[in-house]
């Protein structure tokens, strides 16, 4: 039996921008870049963090990014 395939990250972005114009109804917008790179960093962060169990080097590895960069990030967001 063959199950079905998550979606790849870049169509659920996909499918959320429509729904978040479509949702606009024609009213103006900005600034879309910063609220999309917030709406998705906070909850990557989170994910992330939890599945290393809280160990920032490990999130930092994972993530790619320098600790302290990790630290600034989560300092951001409220996370830590």
Do not use: W
């Amino acid at each position: 039996m063959n199950t079905p395939k998550t979606p790849p990250l870049a169509h659920c972005v996909r499918q959320s921008l429509t729904a978040y114009f479509n949702d606009l109804d024609g009213v103006a917008t900005e600034g879309l870049y910063d609220l999309v790179i917030t709406e998705v960093e906070r909850p990557l962060l989170q994910q992330v963090m939890q599945h290393v169990e809280g160990n920032q080097l490990k999130a930092a590895k994972l993530l790619g990014l320098n600790r302290n960069t990790l630290r600034k990030k989560l300092t951001a967001h409220r996370l830590r």
